[in-house]
């Protein structure tokens, strides 16, 4: 199933009974969330972090899979932003499968994991992984997200 990304006039002519469209597991939120807040936070910090974000930094042409080993291989921490929309998504399943790769194979790379809300239960693999590793979780309370930033930086 794609995501929409851009609702036209035309977009749902055929769907004549629809009467509600959540669209809160929508990608597009979870890019916004990581781009606005989440690339200001750290790369404004101090030292500056960079983030490797798909749009600004992935090389034209070149294969999705490819730029994300490419960027994974190259980089010491990789940082999963979870979201129930993003653990449902193939890419999700394909980077932990490689993060797991690089972590056995070159022991350097460490993996982050943010969850930005509860990942269901129906996820195994992936809260097994939360069991093993440490985690942070996005406060709802915005007192409490300076310490989150403070964490993740």
């Known amino acids: ?51 490797c974000l798909h749009k600004r930094d992935f090389v034209p042409g070149k294969g999705i899979i490819d730029n994300i080993i490419d960027f994974m291989e190259k980089r010491h921490n990789t940082l999963f932003v979870l979201s129930e929309y993003f653990v449902q998504s193939e890419w999700c399943k394909y980077e932990l499968e490689f993060s797991h790769f690089c972590l056995f194979d070159e022991n350097n790379n460490a993996t982050i994991l943010i969850l930005l809300e509860t990942v269901p239960k129906r996820f195994c693999k992936l809260r097994k992984l939360m069991i093993t590793k440490t985690y942070l979780k996005l406060p709802l309370d915005e007192e409490q997200q300076h310490m989150f930033w403070s964490n993740l930086r």
């Open 1 to 51: 199933m794609r995501p929409i990304v851009t609702i036209e006039n035309d977009t749902f002519h055929s769907n004549i009974n629809l009467e509600h469209l959540d669209l809160s597991y929508n990608s597009e939120r979870d890019s916004e969330w990581v781009e606005n807040q989440m690339a200001q936070e750290i790369e404004n910090a101090n030292p500056p972090l960079k983030l």
